[in-house]
Structure formats: structure tokens, C-alpha cells
């Protein structure tokens, strides 16, 4: 129980084209979604909270003009990069829990998207 | 916020040999610590996990340990294997809703 599935796995496109990440909770609902970028050798960077049926949380320093989520169901929510360039390339993650926000659960990752530029 | 540190950011031991990584944070509500494994360009996953009301939890090779007052938990692998190469990231969180707050990541080389 408790997948999670991430779409595209990889994504190379030309400077300037838009991508949308897809985040889903398989076998449970979740009010609540994570994405994540990381860099080679590095650890995951939380750049977002996605909240269903409301407006995402986005940490310092990200710019939610750049990165839209939307989470629109309990099961789904999707992260687009917006006229993306090369220095959007990375790897980017999201992840789901299964409890309420007091439940001590673990996050479930998706197996993340490769995304380069060029 | 939450501060998490882990330590060390590499670690090579024999295989057979013990590893041991180590974890800080800072905020005491936090109330739930778990452990992830990621292999290179694969999704960090659930290795072992604590709750604070208890001090330490054992699933085979792998242990955790945590000390509240302390601020402090640690990744305990016995009898290591070379498939236990891998970078371990603790995280640190007040609950699944609410952020997890990750360490930096440990890069584990297993030597056969």
C-alpha cells in the first residue's frame, strides 16, 4: 500500500517550454502533497506544500510564479514549470502521507522526474 | 523552523563492519523521525522509523535509536552488505501533514 506514482520520469525539452509534473496518490487520499527538488550529491529541498482544494505553500525563495501546482483532487496534484531554462534542470520529487497532519506517518516519495533543459 | 544536522556526510566501512550515522534537531515538538535510503536517481525510501515515546526500534540489521532530551537520533546498520551502499537521509517532522525537515544526507560505501 501507500504508492505513490510520479509522471514523466524524464523530461528533456528545448529552453522555454513549459512542463507539468504529475504527483499521485495510488491507494490512499492525501489532503496534502510535497514537492521536492534535488540537486546531484545534495538533499531534498522542500519548494512547495500542495494543499487540496486551496492554494500551495511555497518556501523562500521559490517563485510560485515559475513553479504552479495545483492540487485539484485528493489523489492528484501536479507541479508545472513554467518557461523553463537550463538552470531548471534538476530532479524533482513529491511525496504523500497517509495520516492527518498530527498522525506520524511517513511520506511517501514518487519516484521523481528527471527534468533537463536545453 | 525546524534545523536538522547529520553527520558524517560520508562513510566507508568493511563489509561485515558496523555504520553508524548520527542525527540533531532542534524543535522538541518534534515527534517523528524517520529514515530514508535512496540509491542514485531513485526515490528516497522508508527504511526505519521512531515516534518519541519511544526510545529506540530494531528491524533487523537496522536500529534507530533516539534521545529526547538530547535532541539526537541515530541509524544504527549491523553486519553491513555491499547493497547497503546508498545515501540514508534522517528527517525530523511535528507530524505527516507538516513538513519534514531532512538532514543532509549520508553517502555510504559499503567495501567488499
Known amino acids: 500500500g501507500a504508492v505513490v506514482s510520479q509522471h514523466p520520469s524524464r523530461v528533456i525539452c528545448k529552453s522555454g517550454t513549459s512542463v507539468k509534473i504529475e504527483c499521485r496518490s495510488l491507494d490512499f487520499q492525501a489532503t496534502t502533497m510535497f514537492w521536492y527538488r534535488q540537486f546531484p550529491k545534495k538533499s531534498l529541498m522542500l519548494m512547495a506544500t500542495?494543499?487540496?482544494?486551496?492554494?500551495?505553500?511555497?518556501e523562500q525563495g521559490v517563485e510560485k510564479d515559475k513553479f504552479l501546482i495545483n492540487h485539484a483532487s485528493l489523489t492528484l496534484s501536479t507541479l508545472t514549470v513554467t518557461s523553463a531554462h537550463p538552470e531548471d534542470s534538476s530532479f524533482y520529487i513529491c511525496?504523500?502521507?497517509?495520516?492527518?497532519?498530527?498522525?506520524?506517518?511517513?511520506?511517501?516519495f514518487g519516484d521523481g522526474t528527471r527534468l533537463s533543459i536545453l | 523552523g525546524e534545523n536538522v544536522e547529520q553527520h558524517p556526510s560520508t562513510l566507508s566501512v568493511q563489509e561485515g563492519d558496523s555504520a553508524v550515522i548520527k542525527c540533531t534537531y532542534s524543535d522538541s515538538a518534534s515527534n517523528y523521525f524517520p529514515w530514508y535510503k535512496q540509491e542514485l536517481g531513485k526515490r528516497p525510501q522508508l527504511i526505519i522509523d521512531?515516534?518519541?515515546?519511544?526510545g529506540e526500534k530494531k528491524d533487523q540489521r537496522i536500529a534507530v535509536t533516539l534521545n529526547k532530551t538530547a535532541k539526537h537520533f541515530s541509524l544504527h546498520i549491523t553486519e553491513t552488505q555491499p547493497e547497503d551502499s546508498a545515501v540514508y537521509f534522517c528527517a525530523a517532522t511535528r507530524g505527516t501533514g507538516n513538513q519534514f525537515y531532512f538532514g543532509t544526507g549520508t553517502s555510504l560505501t559499503v567495501i567488499p
Open positions: 521512531i515516534r518519541s515515546n519511544v
Open positions: 500542495s494543499n487540496e482544494g486551496s492554494k500551495a505553500t511555497y
Open positions: 511525496s504523500a502521507g497517509t495520516g492527518g497532519a498530527f498522525s506520524n506517518q511517513p511520506q511517501h
